[in-house]
């Protein structure tokens, strides 16, 4: 199609397709154009027409969007993005930011990075409303497009090759142990880390599976307790000589907070990669490129800390 066809063709018609398939709902997407319902239903009788597709079937309440309209959602997200920045005035200042964003985090973001970023955020933009959900890794593209997600912090999975990303830094595995604990003076060996019994913060299915892989290879140890909560195991301390195990950074919060020891795993285990993800529908937003200069640089200086005490 040659640039003076499109000209020729009605753009906003594909601006009203992206929020239909973002809302999946004539209502809802209607009052988001502030357009009456029956016009709405209108607009999206033209779409049909324009792009030859049914391109939404409905189930129950709800509009299913075709492949067909999923695919052109996702099109049309980095030109729509472009426009936005285009036509919006150039200049941010975070401290009159009121705008909403959602930012979708893992456990362990959630327990050991939120709590140092969240801090930073709102000392600069103390208006700014953030949301915080837990990460679907397995539909991260989703989630990232047509779900209203702004960003994920979570480690790099092959469903992330097509979203935008800023490495973090790597995560590792530590240990735990109260200042009472027999071994809390002494050098931990791979001998007595494995004569003792353990309480395992399993957070993520990544530390899991490294975790349990490299303790295969070597006798087994006793595990009384795998959570993905660091308080139930820290229940347990007073009344057992627990070694506890769970990711870097979430170990030094907790030795800091309730004066416990952080040991050096006795074994290796490879790092995790921690990434901040986001789309290319939000590439140009000035606010949210701000907040993602301020995520990556919190979390950028509290894991190369964890790095540098390892």
Excluded at 161 to 181: A, D, M, T, Y
Excluded at 222 to 243: C, N, V, Y
Excluded at 254 to 275: M, W
Excluded at 300 to 306: I, V
Aim: glycine residues 2%.
């Amino acid at each position: 199609m040659e640039l003076e066809e499109i000209y020729r063709q009605d753009l906003s018609l594909l601006i009203a397709l992206q929020i239909l398939v973002e809302e999946r709902s004539v209502t809802l997407a209607a009052k988001r154009l502030h357009l009456s319902q029956s016009a709405t239903s209108r607009i999206l009788a033209r779409l049909r027409e324009m792009l030859d597709d049914p391109l939404f079937s409905r189930v129950g309440q709800r509009l299913v969007p075709t492949q067909f309209a999923l695919d052109c959602y996702r099109q049309l997200q980095q030109p729509t993005g472009q426009l936005i920045n285009l036509l919006t005035p150039k200049a941010f200042n975070p401290f009159e930011c009121e705008q909403h964003y959602c930012v979708a985090v893992t456990d362990y973001a959630m327990q050991a990075l939120v709590p140092y970023i969240l801090p930073r955020i709102y000392a600069q933009a103390p208006n700014i409303r953030l949301e915080i959900v837990p990460v679907q890794q397995q539909e991260l593209q989703a989630q990232l497009s047509v779900k209203g997600t702004d960003m994920a912090i979570c480690r790099a999975i092959d469903q992330a090759e097509n979203l935008q990303h800023i490495f973090l830094g790597k995560v590792g595995v530590s240990c735990l142990l109260s200042p009472n604990h027999p071994l809390a003076e002494t050098e931990l060996t791979l001998d007595n880390y494995l004569s003792y019994p353990h309480a395992t913060i399993a957070i993520s299915d990544g530390v899991k599976a490294l975790l349990d892989a490299a303790i295969s290879q070597y006798p087994a140890r006793t595990e009384l307790l795998r959570t993905p909560h660091l308080d139930t195991a820290l229940a347990l301390q007073s009344t057992h000589p627990m070694i506890i195990t769970l990711p870097e950074g979430m170990a030094e919060i907790a030795a800091q907070r309730h004066g416990l020891n952080v040991k050096a795993l006795p074994f290796k285990l490879p790092s995790l990669d921690y990434k901040l993800f986001w789309h290319s529908r939000s590439e140009q937003d000035k606010a949210q490129q701000w907040l993602r200069s301020e995520i990556s640089a919190a979390t950028q200086d509290l894991l190369n800390q964890s790095q540098q005490n390892c």
